[in-house]
């Protein structure tokens, strides 16, 4: 029983080490920050009051689990332990040692010999399952709302910047405003809707403001006003398309990097196929006059490129990150290792296993970075328990 419980308390130590990173990350997250501020309404307001909810519960277990740990490892720890003590150990780490709510029972509600109080309780390994659940409701609540804002902010931005481009030149050649105007109250209340509720926004209705705005375009513009929008457009696009290959070769570059280096699943495969094509046969609309074709056709070849054009920069910037991921590990390895040498630690016969497994997982190829995450915080808890020890 004893050894079930060191091994279930060394399990409970390891996680919190992840729970404590996770936790920060989490606190930190913009999307969580926006939430908090934000005067919600809606499908959101519902669901980011059950994440703040599991949010709370997710700290006083962090809480609760760190004082379940600390009594342990004292147990634990004791040189001479007696049966007694090795129970007790035992119920701390594997038992209902842990105390949920204490809830007092009315008067009337009890019996001559009935307790004046109820204790919730549960073990170690169900408030950490709890907690887990509990972050996983606030991680998916943040990550949705923070993606809707990050994906159909900037979409409405450029729907406003291109109503209020139709809007002046409608004015300029004296056509009709019913259609701009149409659109700008749609628009007006899509992005009051997507400020409080961007889990309960409809897109498509930005979808329809897109296509009044088109419309308008189409109906207002004269020939040489749309040759001249387009053109400037299509040198926008030409310059979009130079962005598209300067970030394909950096793609390219940061996937042959991590290539051997890491398990084909982790790295992120750069898109296949090239948008040049289609946009050369834009350019041959523009040649041969087709003007009133090519405004569609630009705007969803440009709506394609800036999706390719952040799949790219974000399938780098992940790729490079398992690089700066695995150098980051080696750097505190090698630092904890350092640190077992100025402790007379370097050959101890606990530690050196534990050491070796590290570098051996840092330094193979694939390498699997959560197995060596887990094999240098293992070393490290090691080390710092062992100090620790030795200081007494």
Request: glycine share 6%; charged share 25%.
């Amino acid at each position: 029983m004893t050894r079930q419980a060191e091994a279930e308390l060394l399990r409970l130590e390891t996680a919190m080490s992840a729970i404590s990173a996770n936790l920060v990350e989490l606190d930190d997250n913009p999307a969580r920050k926006e939430l908090d501020r934000s005067a919600l309404t809606g499908r959101t307001a519902t669901l980011w009051a059950d994440a703040t909810e599991a949010l709370d519960e997710l700290w006083e277990g962090y809480r609760l689990l760190t004082e379940v740990i600390a009594r342990a490892a004292t147990m634990r720890d004791k040189r001479r332990p007696s049966d007694s003590d090795r129970t007790k150990f035992a119920h701390e780490v594997l038992g209902s040692s842990v105390t949920l709510s204490t809830k007092v029972v009315p008067l009337a509600q009890r019996g001559l010999l009935g307790p004046g109080q109820v204790r919730t309780t549960c073990t170690p390994g169900q408030l950490l399952s709890a907690m887990e659940a509990a972050f996983a409701t606030a991680v998916g609540v943040a990550t949705r709302a923070g993606e809707a804002w990050d994906r159909l902010l900037p979409a409405a931005a450029e729907a406003a910047s291109s109503l209020e481009t139709v809007r002046r030149l409608t004015r300029e050649s004296g056509g009709s405003t019913v259609a701009v105007d149409e659109a700008d109250r749609r628009l007006g209340r899509f992005t009051a809707v997507l400020a409080t509720d961007p889990l309960g926004v409809e897109e498509r209705d930005l979808a329809a403001v897109r296509t009044l705005i088109q419309r308008a375009d189409a109906e207002r513009t004269s020939a040489g006003e749309l040759r001249e929008a387009l053109t400037q457009r299509l040198a926008d696009a030409h310059k979009l398309a130079a962005e598209l290959d300067a970030a394909t070769e950096e793609a390219n570059a940061a996937a042959e990097k991590a290539a051997d280096r890491f398990p084909s699943h982790e790295i992120t495969p750069v898109p296949l196929g090239s948008l040049r094509p289609d946009l050369v046969a834009v350019d041959a609309l523009a040649a041969a006059g087709h003007w009133p074709l090519i405004s569609s056709r630009l705007a969803e070849w440009t709506r394609r490129a800036r999706e390719r054009l952040a799949l790219l920069r974000g399938g780098a910037a992940r790729n490079a990150g398992l690089l700066a991921t695995r150098n980051e590990l080696r750097g505190r390895l090698d630092a904890y290792q350092a640190k077992a040498l100025r402790h007379g630690l370097a050959e101890h016969t606990d530690l050196s296993p534990l050491a070796t497994a590290a570098r051996e997982a840092l330094y193979v190829a694939p390498c699997e970075l959560t197995a060596a995450r887990r094999a240098v915080n293992a070393y490290q808890d090691a080390l710092t328990a062992t100090i620790a020890r030795n200081s007494r």
